[in-house]
Nanobody, 122 residues
Framework: VQLQASGGGLVQAGGSLRLSCAAS????????MGWFRQAPGKEREFVAA????????HYTDSVKGRFTISRDNAKNTVYLQMNILKPEDTAVYYC????????????????WGQGTQVTVSS
């Protein structure tokens, strides 16, 4: 499956953005999906994940209550609604196929696709 993230941009602190990740291939609806981000000079980190059915979601603690992950299997798309954005949310955001664990998710493949830049100004 190929992944293309979009929807990033420049926003003031407290604002909102909605990221989208369009996936190619017929297997999308059977895949668990996640969002990761990488800030300058830092390692890539987990942000959120969702099971293939959408019934279970996981979030890293720093975004709980502010970000919401969702998916539309008919459109082969996973979303990340980001509210109350903070400067520390500034990063390149990537979507990926994931393996779900009890409280988090890890990338299933070493493939990230093109990310989308999110910049939050203070």
């Amino acid at each position: 499956v190929q992944l293309q993230a979009s929807g990033g941009g420049l926003v003031q602190a407290g604002g909102s953005l909605r990221l989208s990740c369009a996936a190619s291939g017929r297997t999308f609806s059977s895949l668990h999906m996640g969002w990761f981000r990488q800030a300058p000079g830092k390692e890539r980190e987990f942000v959120a994940a969702i099971t293939w059915s959408g019934s279970i979601t996981h979030y890293t603690d720093s975004v709980k209550g502010r970000f919401t992950i969702s998916r539309d299997n008919a459109k082969n798309t996973v979303y990340l609604q980001m509210n109350i954005l903070k400067p520390e949310d500034t990063a390149v955001y990537y979507c990926a196929v994931v393996v779900m664990t009890q409280e988090t998710a890890t990338p299933k493949y070493d493939y990230w696709g093109q990310g989308t830049q999110v910049t939050v100004s203070s």
